[in-house]
């Protein structure tokens, strides 16, 4: 990988501080040390003073103000709403009733003894469900597989209407813990930007916090991590696209190459085939870069800044860079294990996740 990267700024073009917004230093590039300059202003860039710890060293000349002591950043999915507990029956409900399947209805027995025999498992849970009441009459043995994804297919949709309904309630504590964190002038940072149901899903759930709360808060969706600081830099604006492209394009290779290598020789040795799926490393960096872009909209060191996650992406991607996590469980990942997570809550208030817990976190 350092091979890789030399022989990429060997090959640069060189250029004086005048013609380029940002130097990259060959003994610092391995820990992407960008050093920003403060002339010449690039149109379309941000300006904004960023904060951050570690390895990343962004600066300004700009000391107005100190950088936030703490800040929060919250996942939505399953942190803000509790969305298959309260809706995954109604919306398989739906879904049978747009597929004409008038002889499907799930109680709340029913759904729940499907969900632990399946554990969770929603295609598990639909065969079992038809295996015991019968498939429908008109569907071929050799199309069942298709009729299950059309069943599934047809749940998400119901389920994402019923969350922007907003008919689905918020977590029990929710409004009271963002409450004491806004009266204690704690920056309060929402996600949206990486929601598995999508940035105009997730905000319609942001939306239920009511006006007043959303304009004390910052929302971060996939429009404003490509703006922040952090994101115009990962994204390759800012600094010149065929620079940009290069850099990412070479240390993705790389990357890619060996896992590569290990997984084929790891098949090798099984006897197996693999194909090798890159998406998810391609969804952790989105994940890691929102994480960055909470960070600088919050004003805030990231390892000054606490995650309330809802899933095992979110604790990974605030481990790998330093951000404090804290999980806050839902009826999906009630019975799972988060290692990286600094603490592991149910829900909010009482006994579960309050400010004086997270600032004992923070401490800690």
């Known amino acids: 990988?350092?091979?890789?990267?030399?022989?990429?700024?060997?090959?640069?073009?060189?250029?004086?501080?005048?013609?380029?917004?940002?130097?990259?230093?060959?003994?610092?590039?391995?820990?992407?040390?960008?050093?920003?300059?403060?002339?010449?202003?690039?149109?379309?860039?941000?300006?904004?003073?960023?904060?951050?710890?570690?390895?990343?060293?962004f600066s300004s000349n700009t000391q107005e103000n100190p950088c936030q002591q703490l800040a929060l950043l919250l996942e939505v999915e399953g942190v803000l709403m509790d969305i298959y507990?309260?809706?995954?029956?109604?919306?398989f409900n739906v879904a049978f009733q747009k597929l004409g399947l008038d002889c499907a209805s799930w109680t709340q027995p029913v759904y729940q003894d499907l969900v632990k025999k399946s554990f969770g498992d929603e295609e598990r849970m639909l065969v079992l469900y038809f295996n015991r009441i019968g498939w429908p009459t008109s569907l071929p043995t050799n199309e069942k597989e298709g009729f299950l994804k059309r069943v599934l297919r047809e749940k998400k949709n119901a389920?994402?209407?019923?969350?922007?309904?907003?008919?689905?309630?918020?977590?029990?504590?929710l409004?009271?813990?963002?409450?004491?964190?806004?009266?204690?002038?704690?920056?309060?940072?929402m996600l949206t930007a990486y929601s598995k149901r999508g940035d105009k899903v997730a905000r319609s759930i942001v939306e239920k916090l009511g006006s007043d709360r959303m304009s004390k808060m910052k929302i971060i969706g996939d429009e404003?991590?490509?703006?922040?600081?952090?994101?115009?830099?990962?994204?390759?604006?800012?600094?010149?696209?065929d620079l940009g492209e290069l850099l990412a394009k070479e240390a993705n290779k790389a990357v890619s190459s060996?896992?590569?290598?290990?997984?084929?020789?790891?098949?090798?040795?099984?006897?197996?085939?693999?194909?090798?799926?890159?998406?998810?490393?391609?969804?952790?960096e989105n994940i890691v870069t929102a994480l960055r872009a909470g960070a600088e909209y919050a004003d805030t060191p990231v390892d000054k800044c606490i995650l309330v996650a809802g899933s095992q992406p979110g604790v990974t991607a605030a481990e790998r860079i330093g951000m404090p996590c804290v999980v806050v469980r839902s009826s999906v990942t009630a019975r799972?294990?988060?290692?990286?997570?600094?603490?592991?809550?149910?829900?909010?208030?009482?006994?579960?996740?309050?400010?004086?817990?997270?600032?004992?976190?923070?401490?800690?």
């Open 85 to 91: 507990r309260f809706g995954n029956r109604q919306a």
């Open 175 to 189: 409004e009271a813990f963002i409450d004491e964190a806004l009266e204690e002038s704690i920056p309060v940072v």
């Open 224 to 241: 404003e991590v490509k703006q922040s600081f952090y994101g115009q830099l990962v994204l390759g604006k800012g600094v010149s696209s």
């Open 159 to 173: 389920l994402d209407d019923l969350v922007i309904s907003k008919t689905l309630p918020l977590r029990p504590g």
């Open 258 to 284: 060996e896992e590569q290598r290990i997984a084929k020789e790891v098949a090798s040795m099984l006897k197996l085939s693999v194909d090798i799926d890159t998406t998810s490393t391609e969804s952790f």
């Open 336 to 364: 799972a294990e988060f290692a990286g997570a600094n603490a592991v809550m149910d829900g909010f208030g009482g006994t579960d996740l309050t400010i004086s817990r997270l600032r004992q976190i923070q401490k800690s």
């Open 1 to 57: 990988m350092e091979a890789a990267s030399s022989a990429i700024l060997n090959t640069l073009p060189a250029t004086t501080t005048a013609s380029k917004l940002y130097r990259i230093h060959r003994k610092n590039f391995l820990s992407l040390s960008y050093l920003p300059l403060t002339t010449p202003r690039t149109p379309g860039l941000r300006s904004r003073r960023v904060c951050f710890s570690g390895s990343t060293s």
